[in-house]
């Protein structure tokens, strides 16, 4: 009996969660589209039901209709990002056709239509720079169109960077996408999606950093060329957008149309351009720099009209030098001086001719002391100027295709290979970074009716690291798997804009794969 009480509220309980379980499908299916909507009005301001309201996308043909409701009112809903025609038709009165229509990502724009009486005759308007703005959200919004994408100057070619056009938005470091913050809140809070698909990190939101907390010198995780353009909700953002209380980032990438485009380029950097840095006047030597930074994109119609394909590549070298300073043991001669007694510390101590054995450990033959220790300091200052290498190679590739007027789809995928050996202190030690993001998508849309729509999308979402030291030799003596680390604080001296301690040089190939990645405890 009591079971049978407990059907119905049980019944009840699943059909709400169910409910709950279905209401983010229909919310996050509008993250990377957007709609338009409006009215249909006489010169008399009268509504005009029964108007045929026909939608065409400029750069693949895709055309969508609906008819206007009783209070003249009408919405096209779940449109691509793109630039589109809107003509509208009615019994009595003349067709009216608005063009070069600014639809951006995640948009609900309201364009409302002015139909003249008359018969076999059509008037032409062309749409106005108001219309991108969106009155249907108090959210605050930057959306950053293709126009932008291509063609404002960044240094580094970089997506993260055009994320400060959105309000709030602050860069507390060099710009990468672990420098981005909205409104106070942490970088950890921030949500990237590409194609309404999760493109963040494991860890951070930062795409492309290492194992969720180390950043990384690589760019190219959302290749510019591969974006047509995005959207930036950075704060009062509807429901709709789960999994972040920082920015949503809604990247909506490129796909081909009817006419063949395509596009190459070469961005780079030399030392030759550069003057040199103040610790390259310590040592008399200009830090080395070779940037190149370049690619290409290709996109038109396999079938015209019905498939069209986008692929891109971009690809980053750079050998840059890095100057480390740190402070090292000094030489065996300091290390080991005589005792009051006259007896040497070797003969005394059998153990400490292994102790002097790891000093050349502490620095590389190529580090010049910049800084002597005297009386009991037994610790120079080393600064040695070492080669980073990053090698990045980023791959994209969309297919899109429209079966007939009701069903249409596309697949997407992309993958960034990016490594980098990257010089850490004075004791010659090196770190191998590895990253390899990738992130796709496959979607089938149906038109069921004008006012029904019906779309499944799968999306695949990975992040790859690895972060390994890599020990410099030393004759007799294995580091590979080892770290040496001496506590405590040494004076540095005679450096200019270095503070009373700084950092001890940390030999051996074990590293702490952390947000220091340093080595130390």
């Known amino acids: 009996m009591r079971l049978l009480q407990r059907l119905p509220r049980m019944s009840s309980l699943a059909l709400a969660f169910a409910a709950l379980c279905l209401m983010p499908l229909f919310a996050f299916a509008q ?59 009615a019994q009595s009165f003349k067709t009216t056709k608005t063009t070069e229509v600014q639809l951006n990502v995640g948009q609900e724009l309201t364009l409302d239509l002015m139909v003249q009486p008359g018969l076999a005759e059509t008037v032409d308007v062309v749409s106005s720079a108001e219309l991108a703005l969106d009155t249907s959200s108090a959210s605050m919004t930057a959306n950053v169109n293709p126009r932008e994408v291509a063609g404002l100057p960044l240094n580094g070619r970089q997506l993260s960077q055009l994320y400060l056009q959105a309000p709030g938005a602050l860069n507390s470091g060099s710009g990468t996408f672990g420098d981005i913050r909205f409104n106070g809140r942490a970088v950890e809070q921030n949500i990237v999606r590409y194609d309404g698909v999760e493109g963040t990190a494991i860890i951070d939101a930062s795409p492309g950093n290492l194992n969720g907390e180390v950043p990384s010198p690589f760019r190219l995780q959302s290749s510019l060329e591969n974006v047509q353009e995005f959207r930036v909700e950075s704060s009062n953002y509807a429901a709709e957008y789960g999994t972040g209380t920082g920015g949503q980032v809604n990247v909506v990438t490129k796909s081909g149309g009817n006419q063949f485009h395509g596009s190459v380029f070469e961005y780079l950097r030399n030392d030759a351009l ?3 840095n103040f610790f390259d006047n310590i040592i008399g030597q200009k830090s080395p720099l070779r940037l190149n930074q370049f690619g290409g994109s290709a996109g038109g119609p396999v079938i015209k009209g019905k498939t069209f394909f986008f692929l891109s590549y971009e690809g980053y070298r750079l050998r840059a030098g890095i100057n480390s300073t740190e402070a ?29 054995a790891l000093l050349p450990a502490f620095r590389d033959p190529h580090a010049v002391i910049v800084s002597t220790g005297t009386g009991t300091n037994l610790f120079d ?88 030291g890599i ?19 040494t004076a540095n001296f005679a450096i200019a804009g270095q503070g009373t301690s700084a950092g001890t040089s940390n030999p051996g190939g074990l590293i702490r794969a952390n947000s220091a990645t340093n080595g130390r405890g």
Do not use: M, W
């Open 31 to 89: 993250s990377d589209q957007g709609r338009i909507v409006g009215a249909v009005r006489d010169p008399n301001n009268a509504v005009v039901p029964g108007a045929i309201i026909t939608v065409h996308n400029e750069r693949t043909g895709e055309e969508r209709t609906v008819t206007t409701n009783e209070a003249g009112l009408y919405q096209v809903t779940a449109l691509k990002p793109a630039t589109y025609t809107v003509t509208v038709a």
């Open 274 to 276: 550069d003057a040199p």
């Open 328 to 356: 090292v043991p000094g030489d065996a001669a300091r290390i080991c001086a005589p005792a009051p007694n006259g007896v040497p510390c070797v003969e005394a101590n059998g153990g400490a001719s292994r102790t002097l």
């Open 381 to 468: 200052v080393a600064q040695l100027q070492a080669n980073a290498a990053v090698n990045e190679n980023a791959y994209a590739f969309r297919l899109d295709h429209k079966f007939n007027a009701k069903h249409s789809a596309y697949f997407r995928f992309f993958r960034d290979n990016g490594n980098n050996i990257q010089p850490e202190g004075v004791s010659g030690r090196r770190v191998n970074f590895v990253a390899n993001p990738q992130n796709g998508v496959a979607a089938f849309q149906s038109i069921l009716s004008p006012t029904l729509l019906n779309e499944i999308k799968v999306g695949y979402n990975s992040v790859f690291t690895r972060t390994n």
């Open 471 to 489: 020990a410099r030799s030393i004759p007799g003596i294995d580091l590979s798997a080892a770290a040496i680390n001496i506590s405590g604080n």
